[in-house]
């Protein structure tokens, strides 16, 4: 507070001080600012995280600050910060040279923990990948690869792994000394190329090194624990140096340096992850080929997948299997099939469709999203049949609400069976009493019906519930939970 003079919410515990106050487009507080982003499957708004806040940005994998300006989720409690909204969304790493690194959104890391290539660790954010190669990293372990060293003992690169009393029996024994009975440590190094584990002790780190051309003191080996949870950066890279990772540390100042940075020979790589997130040639290049690769999948009807993204296509009944199977709903395929160009992925046109964001008769708020599973670890029912949502599902991502694919396909095919009208929700049970979610619906005076409860002629205004494939007087089904 620096004028004095604040307004407070007894409620809340929140303070606005008075010059903030008096601005009209308050940009450095919460301004209920909203949007979506790729990396998560909710709505995001403008905050600050605040002090119960735990765990990492979903993008930098970087501490969250209580007072730094983050995009936070209300209903999973995850936050952005807002300086890493706009990093590239590819990169070309050295570890994996025959494609760009790509960061996945959350339809393909959704209901299933993907696992990190490097450090085997589940992969809680939103990570680098290859769809084509089924390659996953995280982006600590992209930072900790381009500091890796090379030993005289292989042909790739090393790099160090602090991994938590992780156990690698039954892989293979290390390289170096050939014994595999004791690999049991917190930390080892690893060559992701050709999935090699030596000791830490094996490759020979020396215990204190003299570089002038980094630092004037001798430099010691140890494990770098950081003072009151504080973050420190290497004094070479400028990235940051983990607690309990081992580092090279200045007795004589607070100088500390990563060992990939320290001991390597050359002059430090211009690969550093500070550099692919700059606005270099290399970055950019991979912006433009990202943009590029985005336009051509414009035009083109796409479906996500957990592994692979479908591009879809019309195709004859010769082209599918003897007995083909809508790979989204289940069902049989018996006219206008749609299959995957490059494998056997196969949809019923209308299934397809659903790939395409829309606004659906029993959402009409917002747009809903076709998603492989629910786009989360926790068992989620159907908004309509209350049923567990397993398999593909189309789901909002502003208001939580998700139905089953055969859901939504029926409900289309009783209206157009009944020849109705859909012209909103209506909050009330259906007569079994088990339904809550009934739809209003305009029934065409050319196609009367007949009203369960009641047995009389019914068109006009109606009520309808989905489920029971039931339909009923708007008077009847009020009286009848009376």
Same mark, same amino acid.
């Given at each position: ?10 409620? #809340? !515990? ?61 209903? #999973? ?32 890391? #959704? ?120 973050? !420190? ?165 502003? #208001? ?83």
């Amino acid at each position: 507070m620096f004028s004095g003079s604040f307004y407070e919410c007894k409620e #809340c !515990e929140i303070y606005l001080d008075l010059g903030c106050a008096l601005i009209k487009n308050i940009a450095t507080s919460w301004d209920l600012r909203e949007m979506l982003h790729y990396s998560h499957c909710h709505l995001v708004k403008r905050c600050r995280p605040g002090q119960d806040t735990k765990g990492c940005c979903l993008l930098c994998e970087l501490p969250l600050s209580p007072s730094s300006i983050c995009y936070g989720c209300v209903h #999973c409690y995850s936050f952005l910060h807002e300086r890493c909204l706009d990093l590239p969304i590819e990169i070309r790493h050295p570890v994996h040279p025959a494609h760009p690194l790509r960061r996945l959104d959350y339809a393909h890391n #959704c209901g299933v923990g993907r696992d990190c290539n490097a450090c085997g660790d589940k992969i809680i954010g939103v990570p680098f990948g290859c769809l084509e190669c089924n390659f996953d990293i995280h982006m600590r372990c992209a930072d900790s690869l381009l500091r890796s060293l090379m030993h005289k003992s292989h042909e790739h690169r090393l790099f160090y792994v602090c991994g938590g009393m992780k156990s690698t029996y039954g892989r293979m024994p290390c390289e170096i000394c050939m014994r595999g009975d004791w690999i049991y440590a917190t930390y080892y190094y690893q060559c992701v190329e050709c999935d090699s584990i030596f000791h830490f002790k094996c490759v020979d780190i020396p215990e204190s090194v003299v570089k002038k051309y980094f630092h004037i003191h001798p430099l010691v080996l140890k494990t770098f624990v950081a003072e009151n949870n504080s973050m !420190e950066y290497c004094g070479v890279c400028e990235t940051m140096v983990y607690a309990g990772h081992h580092a090279y540390t200045c007795q004589e100042c607070d100088f500390v340096g990563h060992i990939g940075c320290i001991l390597r020979e050359e002059e430090p790589s211009p690969l550093y992850l500070k550099d692919l997130y700059s606005s270099g040639k290399v970055t950019m290049r991979s912006i433009d080929q990202e943009d590029s690769g985005t336009n051509k999948l414009e035009n083109k009807l796409t479906v996500n997948d957990i592994w692979h993204i479908h591009v879809m296509k019309p195709v004859l009944m010769s082209a599918l299997d003897k007995y083909p199977c809508c790979k989204i709903c289940g069902g049989k395929i018996l006219s206008n099939p749609w299959k995957c160009e490059t494998c056997s992925f196969e949809t019923h046109h209308y299934c397809a469709e659903l790939g395409r964001p829309s606004k659906h008769r029993l959402h009409q708020n917002h747009p809903l999203t076709l998603l492989p599973k629910y786009p989360s670890q926790e068992k989620m029912k159907c908004d309509v049949c209350r049923g567990n949502i397993y398999n593909f599902n189309l789901f909002c991502r502003i #208001c939580d609400f998700v139905i089953h694919i055969n859901c939504a396909l029926k409900s289309k095919h009783v209206l157009e069976a009944l020849r109705q009208k859909f012209t909103g929700t209506w909050r009330g049970w259906c007569k079994k009493g088990v339904h809550r979610r009934l739809v209003q619906v305009m029934v065409s005076r050319s196609y009367p019906t007949t009203c369960v409860i009641c047995d009389e002629k019914l068109c006009g205004k109606a009520v309808s519930c989905m489920t029971c494939e039931e339909i009923y007087h708007p008077q009847c089904i009020e009286s009848y939970h009376t």
